[in-house]
């Protein structure tokens, strides 16, 4: 059972950055994908950006060149600079992990608020 705590959220202003953070309770490099998702009110969870164990990495459409997924394996953590937040940026983040042991193995953080208002 892999545990994540997701950290960074708060209230920011449209332009402004923000930095998330995902610490995962074990090694990162036992875990085949990380990501960042994304639920905002009456809307559907939705991703964001992923990074593999092999550091390659994806990204919504949306985010693309304003957002950055980024890891530190030796603190076994897993980062979103945020940069040029807009108001529809605004949702619950929760940070994901997917493991592969047999069968695909799904973990979830519980989420930190993001709000970009202002």
């Known amino acids: 059972q892999v545990q994540l705590v997701e950290s960074g959220g708060g209230l920011v202003q449209p332009g402004e950055s923000l930095r998330l953070s995902c610490a995962a309770s074990?090694?990162?490099?036992?875990?085949?994908?990380m990501g960042w998702y994304r639920q905002a009110p009456g809307k559907e969870r939705e991703l964001v950006a992923t990074i593999t164990n092999g550091d390659i990495t994806n990204y919504a459409d949306s985010v693309k060149g304003r957002f950055t997924i980024s890891k530190n394996n030796a603190k076994n953590t897993v980062y979103l600079q945020m940069n040029s937040l807009k108001p529809e940026d605004t949702a619950v983040y929760y940070c994901?992990?997917?493991?592969?042991?047999?069968?695909?193995?799904?973990?979830w953080g519980q989420g930190t608020q993001v709000t970009v208002s202002s």
């Open positions: 074990e090694s990162i490099f036992s875990i085949n994908a």
């Open positions: 994901n992990a997917k493991r592969l042991r047999g069968l695909w193995y799904n973990y």
